[in-house]
């Protein structure tokens, strides 16, 4: 199947602890973001890569690493330095076609313990 | 700056009834995109529609409606005869220039109900 896969679906993490969440696409496409999603706060941008080995910063990139190695993958780290890491977080890819017309996948729900 | 505004954080509507989504957005850009997205209880969001800000015919698509406002600078969704399958959180968003384009704002969304 085409599409987006992220991975976990949920995760609990220690406080002081990394994670990493998975996001990975078979479409092709060259822009990838990661968005956060808080109740009664929307989705905020992360970071994005519109290019392998390029990536630029969003407006709460504090306390989140990413990297992009393949054009296919493009992970977010959640730090120990994130004092709120506790939310929802979508990756998603653009249309190459359509500027802004995103693509989601499922999501990660990440709860620090 | 780009700001979307949602003001209806939550709506409940009996099914087979309209209802009406609104949006209010800002931006010093002459030139943008607007946006309704779509995350049922599953969680992704689904792309419903784009708009160029040179475009302000209104849009149909089945059920679906969209009444874009330069005037006002709104973007309101509508659902004709909703159905229980509509219920779902919705936002709206807005990217351009000044943001970058890649940059897309989104409002705090709309959470609907729909009752059967």
């Known amino acids: 199947d085409g599409g987006i896969t992220q991975s976990p679906k949920y995760l609990f993490r220690k406080e002081g602890q990394n994670v990493t969440l998975s996001c990975e696409q078979n479409l092709n496409h060259d822009a990838m973001y990661w968005y956060r999603q808080d109740p009664g706060q929307g989705l905020r941008l992360i970071y994005y890569?519109?290019?392998?080995?390029?990536?630029q910063k969003g407006d709460i990139a504090e306390g989140y690493s990413v990297s992009r190695e393949k054009k296919e993958s493009f992970p977010l780290t959640v730090t120990s330095a994130q004092k709120n890491p506790t939310a929802f977080y979508l990756c998603a890819i653009e249309n190459g076609q359509t500027t802004g017309e995103l693509f989601f996948g499922e999501g990660s729900r990440l709860t620090v313990l | 700056a780009q700001k979307v505004t949602q003001a209806q954080t939550e709506i409940s509507v009996v099914e087979k009834e309209d209802v009406t989504l609104d949006c209010v957005y800002e931006t010093r850009d002459t030139t943008y995109y607007l946006f309704w997205y779509k995350q049922p209880p599953s969680g992704e969001l689904v792309f419903l529609i784009r708009?160029?800000?040179?475009?302000?015919q209104n849009e149909i698509s089945g059920r679906y409606s969209w009444n874009f406002q330069k005037s006002t600078s709104s973007f309101n969704f509508t659902i004709t005869a909703s159905q229980v399958v509509d219920s779902a959180v919705y936002f709206c968003?807005?990217?351009?220039?000044?943001?970058?384009?890649?940059?897309?704002?989104f409002g705090i969304g709309t959470k609907l109900q729909v009752i059967p």
């Open positions: 890569s519109q290019i392998v080995n390029d990536f």
């Open positions: 968003a807005l990217s351009g220039p000044s943001g970058g384009y890649q940059k897309v704002t």
């Open positions: 708009r160029n800000s040179f475009d302000e």
